[in-house]
């Protein structure tokens, strides 16, 4: 779940069906999106960003989270 997303949303006092008519988008993908189920393409996340006021990373972090892979392979 996309915590920061719906916060900020909730602080305008937006529904999601109002917040997708303001993006252009339907209100399912923004249920997705804020669930973290989809994820946004590049534009849609600028237009959350330009909309929100808050940076891409901000608003889906775990897009942008850092995993350390620790498995090597062998060779032999």
């Known amino acids: 779940m996309r915590k920061r997303l ?3 949303r ?4 937006l529904t999601q069906k109002e917040l997708a008519k303001r993006l252009g988008i339907s209100e399912v993908w923004v249920k997705k999106i804020e669930n973290g189920v989809s994820d946004p393409g590049r534009n849609l ?3 959350f ?3 929100f006021g808050l940076s891409h990373r901000e608003l889906f972090p775990d897009l942008f989270e850092q995993i350390d892979d620790t498995f090597c392979i062998k060779i032999s």
């Open 6 to 8: 719906k916060e900020e």
């Open 10 to 13: 909730k602080k305008r006092k």
């Open 45 to 47: 996340m600028f237009k």
């Open 49 to 51: 960003e330009k909309f």
